[in-house]
């Protein structure tokens, strides 16, 4: 029996690099494919449960922002890294490799390129990172997250393929749960997170938005809210103080299932949060990253935003006011929930796993692929 084709995954930093990842090893183990993980020393920590026979920390670092000093020294770092992974992938030997955006990702990717490996990229935003920009021309297939994306066009879109953002298990299973409007018990439920790194505007803005509807509104709220270990006791306080019944944690582990039980989810627009915002079916109020170079986030949450599915708020118009007006206009007219939720849900791909193992598959010309 001959051995199992070998896929070597490249993903660091967030969580948002590292879902995808794991959903589609997933995928690809289920076909009898081994998986092998290449990230950054930092996300080889808390990257021990992913569904990987072996992970190989390797040097990274964002030579971006900072000092010249700062940027040649992570060129440095970068360069270390590179060749690192090409002892690692001449040791491994993998049939492919894909890789997930982020500057960790790019010492395998440029080693596997460098060595005539098959290199599949993954871009989950509506604008190529500038690390995938730095890899796609060397690549062999792009795979994208959204049907249109800023930065792949000409050459690069002509090997471009659309999957979708691949979404763990327990999205899809939280998919299951309907989207449900009692209005005549009149509870809204509101979700507010702020992706996987938190954001402090959220405690900021939320809890005082909230506290400053009408008593008989403040009543009507159940609120769930992911905030900062140093923001959850004030968060806490402010919600309990108004009068309104709310969870606040630091972290949920369960966080699809507390999406599938919201009316509406109040977050940032990271490539998984609206991902999963799809598959499940959720209304939403985004509030973009500010201040990043690519401004990703704002093409995501325009993605849904386009198809009536969500509200997007930049971060300088997100403030407690603001936000009161819209919480109250949905309470009193509750009918845009409904539509949105369906418009989300009409955008989301759950099988967009399934089909990033089968464009690997195919590109790699994989020995278990090669039935179906």
Same mark, same amino acid.
């Given at each position: 029996?001959?051995?199992?084709?070998?896929?070597? #995954?490249?993903?660091?930093?967030?969580?948002?690099?590292?879902?995808?990842?794991?959903?589609?090893?997933?995928?690809?183990?289920?076909?009898?494919?081994?998986?092998?993980?290449?990230?950054?020393?930092?996300?080889?920590?808390?990257?021990?449960?992913?569904?990987?026979?072996?992970?190989?920390?390797?040097?990274?670092?964002?030579?971006?922002?900072?000092?010249?000093?700062?940027? #040649?020294?992570?060129?440095?770092?970068?360069?270390?890294?590179?060749?690192?992974?090409?002892?690692?992938?001449?040791?491994?030997?993998?049939?492919? &490799?894909?890789?997930?955006?982020?500057?960790?990702?790019?010492?395998?990717?440029?080693?596997?390129?460098?060595?005539?490996?098959?290199?599949?990229?993954? *871009?989950?935003?509506?604008?190529?990172?500038?690390?995938?920009?730095? #890899?796609?021309?060397?690549?062999?297939?792009?795979?994208?997250?959204?049907?249109?994306?800023?930065?792949?066009?000409?050459?690069?879109?002509?090997?471009?393929?659309?999957?979708?953002?691949?979404?763990?298990?327990?999205?899809?299973?939280?998919?299951?749960?309907?989207?449900?409007?009692?209005?005549?018990?009149?509870?809204?439920?509101?979700?507010?997170?702020?992706?996987?790194?938190?954001? !402090?505007?959220?405690?900021?803005?939320?809890?005082?938005?909230?506290?400053?509807? /009408?008593?008989?509104?403040?009543?009507?709220?159940?609120?769930?809210?992911?905030?900062?270990?140093?923001?959850?006791?004030?968060?806490?306080?402010?919600? *309990?103080?108004?009068? &309104?019944?709310?969870?606040?944690?630091?972290?949920?582990?369960?966080?699809?299932?507390?999406?599938?039980?919201?009316?509406?989810?109040?977050?940032?627009?990271?490539?998984?949060?609206?991902? *999963?915002?799809?598959?499940?079916? !959720?209304?939403?109020?985004?509030?973009?990253?500010?201040?990043?170079?690519?401004?990703?986030?704002?093409?995501?949450?325009?993605? #849904?935003?386009?198809?009536?599915?969500?509200?997007?708020?930049?971060?300088?118009?997100? &403030? /407690?006011?603001?936000?009161?007006?819209? &919480?109250?206009?949905?309470?009193?007219? /509750?009918?845009?929930?409904?539509?949105?939720?369906?418009?989300?849900?009409?955008?989301?791909?759950?099988?967009?796993?399934?089909?990033?193992?089968?464009?690997?598959?195919?590109?790699?010309?994989?020995?278990?692929?090669? *039935?179906?």
């Amino acid at each position: 029996m001959s051995a199992p084709s070998l896929v070597l #995954l490249a993903a660091g930093g967030t969580g948002g690099h590292l879902f995808p990842a794991q959903a589609l090893a997933t995928e690809l183990a289920a076909r009898g494919v081994a998986i092998e993980l290449a990230t950054d020393e930092r996300a080889a920590n808390y990257a021990k449960e992913f569904p990987a026979r072996r992970i190989h920390p390797l040097p990274a670092a964002t030579p971006s922002g900072g000092s010249p000093l700062k940027k #040649l020294g992570a060129l440095f770092t970068l360069g270390r890294g590179v060749l690192a992974a090409r002892g690692m992938i001449g040791k491994t030997r993998p049939d492919a &490799i894909v890789g997930f955006g982020g500057y960790p990702t790019v010492p395998p990717m440029l080693a596997g390129s460098m060595l005539g490996v098959t290199t599949i990229l993954h *871009e989950q935003n509506g604008v190529m990172g500038r690390a995938n920009k730095f #890899l796609a021309g060397r690549a062999t297939a792009i795979a994208t997250g959204f049907a249109e994306v800023r930065g792949v066009e000409g050459k690069l879109a002509d090997k471009a393929t659309h999957v979708g953002n691949p979404v763990r298990a327990a999205v899809i299973a939280a998919a299951a749960t309907p989207f449900r409007w009692a209005a005549t018990e009149g509870v809204l439920r509101v979700l507010v997170f702020g992706g996987s790194q938190g954001a !402090r505007v959220m405690s900021d803005v939320a809890p005082a938005a909230l506290s400053a509807l /009408p008593p008989e509104m403040r009543a009507r709220l159940r609120v769930v809210q992911q905030a900062r270990l140093e923001d959850v006791e004030r968060v806490r306080h402010r919600y *309990e103080d108004s009068g &309104i019944e709310a969870v606040v944690e630091p972290f949920f582990s369960d966080l699809p299932a507390r999406m599938a039980e919201s009316h509406l989810v109040i977050s940032r627009s990271g490539a998984s949060t609206v991902a *999963e915002l799809g598959v499940i079916g !959720r209304p939403s109020i985004l509030v973009p990253l500010p201040g990043a170079i690519d401004q990703d986030q704002a093409a995501n949450a325009e993605t #849904l935003m386009k198809i009536g599915a969500a509200k997007l708020l930049p971060q300088s118009e997100f &403030i /407690p006011r603001r936000l009161t007006q819209e &919480i109250e206009q949905l309470m009193n007219d /509750p009918a845009w929930l409904t539509s949105a939720a369906a418009a989300a849900k009409s955008a989301g791909i759950p099988d967009a796993a399934a089909r990033l193992a089968a464009l690997v598959g195919r590109v790699a010309r994989l020995a278990e692929f090669k *039935e179906s």
